[in-house]
């Protein structure tokens, strides 16, 4: 167990809203300036989850503790501290309920700097800690585990798995997908709440672990998609 104290930090939190990222030919070139979660923690010093409390709309931009309960990555200069203070005013809804947060920090100047703060659930921290177990080199197993979130329940969670498929090469998302679930991916194709703009990947993952008997299913999307005022781009379906 941690000491009981608290610690302020500087800097600027910033909360990040997501969109779908546009999609051009290949999966790679689509990926555009994405980031995911990975490619921030290489950057940081600091990763936490805690539940928020506190919110304090002063002074300056206000401040909100974050209450700690998983430390992905830390720094000495952190210290052991059980709450942060974080220089943001976050709204909490329900105090009785409140959100969790994920946060990465960067050190600069003998001073913690909290530059990105993602809104979630414990699974959102047990999601990032279990990709940060994966070689960073090692695409294909990172994309096997990211398969598991593509649909899931937190957004934030969905999307970073989605980036991470298509931040890498045709021929690794083809190799990667040999080995995943090919019922998962007609179920998804077929699900009216699935994003449109992850048609084209779940396809061309399922022309790799699928069978000669999806043809009719792959061209039932492809008839469904043309007739939309502005279709998605359907080059892997």
Known sequence: MFPSRKIAVG???VLLLYASPVQACGFSESAGKVVTFRQEAATSKIILFGWLENARKGPASGSTDLV????????PILGT????????YIPIPDPKNPPGLLVFGKVAGGKVDFFRGILGKPVLAEYVQGALTIDDKDRVKLMRYC???LEHDDSAIAKDSFEEFISSTDPDIRTAGRKLSADKLRHWLEDARTDPGRFRLYAFLLANCGTQEDA????KLLDKLVKQPFPPNMDGV
């Open 81 to 88: 501290p059980k709450v942060v203070r974080l220089p943001q």
């Open 11 to 13: 800097g600027c939190l």
């Open 216 to 219: 009719p299913l792959l061209r």
């Open 68 to 75: 700690m309960t998983k430390i992905l990555k830390t720094d």
């Open 147 to 149: 398969f598991n979130y």
